[in-house]
Nanobody, 127 residues
Framework: QVQLAESGGGLVQSGGSMRLSCVAS????????MGWFRRTPGKEREFVSG??????????SYEDSVKGRFTISRDNAKNTLYLQMNSLKPEDTAVYYC??????????????????WGQGTRVTVSS
C-alpha cells in the first residue's frame, strides 16, 4: 500500500531554518505531483507548496506567505520530497503534511485532488 512518511519537524527559533522530508513507498513516485500542506489549531489545512511530476517538468507552486522563504524539491531516485524552510516565523508553526496528488499540481493546490496524506510532522517556531 502507499505510505508517505514525513520527518524533520521540531522546534526552531524565529529566523532559523528547517528541512522536512517525505519518503513515499508503494507508488511510482516520479509519476505524481506532490505537495506540502499545513494545519494550525482552529484552521483548515492549507496548501503550502507543490511540485509537478517529472513528466510535468517539476514545476513548483507556493502559497504567497512562503514565497522566497520555502523551497520544495524532489529526488525521484530516493522517492523523497523535501521542503526547505528558511527565515521561519512564529506564524509558520503548524503540523505539516505531505500529500500525493491524484492529478497535477493545480488540482492538488486548488481542488483538493489528493490521493494520499502523510501522518504529519510538527514544526514549532519560537519567537
Amino acid at each position: 500500500q502507499v505510505q508517505l512518511a514525513e520527518s524533520g519537524g521540531g522546534l526552531v527559533q524565529s529566523g532559523g531554518s528547517m528541512r522536512l522530508s517525505c519518503v513515499a513507498s508503494g507508488v511510482t513516485f516520479e509519476f505524481y505531483a506532490m505537495g506540502w500542506f499545513r494545519r494550525t489549531p482552529g484552521k483548515e489545512r492549507e496548501f503550502v507548496s507543490g511540485i509537478s511530476s517529472s513528466g510535468g517538468g517539476g514545476r513548483t507552486s507556493y502559497e504567497d506567505s512562503v514565497k522566497g522563504r520555502f523551497t520544495i524539491s524532489r529526488d525521484n531516485a530516493k522517492n523523497t520530497l523535501y521542503l526547505q524552510m528558511n527565515s521561519l516565523k512564529p506564524e509558520d508553526t503548524a503540523v505539516y503534511y505531505c500529500a500525493l496528488g491524484r492529478t497535477g499540481v493545480e488540482g492538488l493546490k486548488s481542488r483538493g485532488e489528493i490521493a494520499y496524506w502523510g501522518q504529519g510532522t510538527r514544526v514549532t517556531v519560537s519567537s
